[in-house]
């Protein structure tokens, strides 16, 4: 009996690796066809005539370096703001004796079953002075209601006393956040971090809808651009013939280009990421 269950679960395992495998060689196929298209004049799955011209040329022009900058700077400084006021606020919740806390946790969850709609927001952030200003990208959608939610249960799950008594050797509400309540919750701030930088590396329509200056364009605004709109990082009537046929690569040049910097994120965070996100989600 024990021998015909070992065999079981080797059967098990060996299944379990073989959809595994085959789950992330279907993940990797799409980027292994950027990358060759992207140093091969042809498309496909092998590399024809390496070369690098399409890098070269993206890299010589200043509209990719602008926006990758842009973006970057965005992507930053927007995590820095949300982590904070999301830890700041979520700190607030997690008080029972704050005067209407459940009010506002209604509001909050609220907001995750309706929005005020794309017209509505737009007047707002024009009414702000935010149009033609990157932190339109960052500021409207500054809190997400469930990492919030998730952030608030977790810090509720800190021992009371452990903040009491910092409160009694003399500690403010500040200090007491910042010295031993956010290192406490680390995997969980590393892991909405995450999913903050990744949502405001990928912003699309706030910057389509809020930035009309090109200067001021992301990284995915000028993506578009040249996937759907041109064929290379300028007009399309004033580019050159090498330039012109050369323009398959320049954008899968670009896809790659504008993939790596956030995907080079996760190593680093990889180990908070499974902790995180099941932190603070078992207590209501």
């Known amino acids: 009996m024990k021998k015909l269950k070992l065999d079981r679960l080797k059967i098990f395992d060996i299944i379990n690796y073989f959809l595994l495998a085959l789950c992330a060689f279907i993940c990797f196929v799409p980027f292994w066809y950027v990358i060759v298209s992207s140093v091969s004049g042809r498309g496909g799955f092998l590399i024809h005539d390496f070369n690098l011209d399409a890098y070269k040329y993206i890299f010589s022009t200043q509209t990719l370096l602008r926006s990758m900058f842009i973006t970057i700077m965005v992507t930053v400084f927007g995590t820095i703001a949300k982590l904070l006021v999301t830890a700041l606020m979520a700190y607030s919740l997690a008080e029972n004796t704050l005067p209407g806390r459940k009010l506002i946790l209604n509001l909050v969850i609220f907001t995750m079953l309706f929005s005020g709609g794309m017209i509505p927001t737009f007047f707002i952030v024009r009414q702000t002075g935010l149009i033609n200003s990157p932190w339109s990208m960052v500021i409207p959608s500054l809190v997400s209601p469930f990492n919030l939610i998730v952030l608030k249960n977790f810090f509720q799950s800190i021992p009371y006393e452990l903040r009491e008594s910092a409160r009694i050797d003399g500690c403010?509400?500040?200090?007491?956040?910042?010295?031993?309540?956010?290192?406490?919750?680390?995997?969980?701030?590393?892991?909405?971090?995450?999913?903050?930088?990744?949502?405001?590396?990928?912003?699309?329509?706030?910057?389509?809808?809020?930035?009309?200056?090109?200067?001021?364009?992301?990284?995915?605004?000028?993506?578009?651009?040249?996937?759907?709109?041109?064929?290379?990082?300028?007009?399309?009537?004033?580019?050159?013939?090498?330039?012109?046929?050369?323009?398959?690569?320049?954008?899968m040049a670009v896809i790659l280009?504008?993939?790596?910097?956030?995907?080079?994120?996760?190593?680093?965070?990889?180990?908070?990421?499974?902790?995180?996100?099941?932190v603070g989600s078992i207590k209501g």
Request: some cysteine; proline content about 6%; charged content about 15%.
């Open 257 to 278: 280009v504008s993939t790596i910097p956030i995907l080079c994120v996760y190593p680093f965070l990889q180990k908070h990421f499974a902790k995180g996100i099941m």
């Open 172 to 251: 403010h509400e500040v200090k007491i956040l910042f010295k031993i309540v956010m290192p406490l919750a680390l995997p969980a701030m590393a892991t909405f971090g995450l999913f903050y930088a990744v949502g405001i590396w990928n912003t699309y329509m706030s910057a389509l809808l809020y930035i009309q200056k090109p200067d001021f364009w992301p990284i995915q605004v000028l993506l578009r651009k040249i996937v759907y709109v041109s064929s290379g990082l300028g007009d399309s009537e004033g580019m050159e013939a090498s330039v012109a046929a050369m323009s398959q690569s320049i954008k």
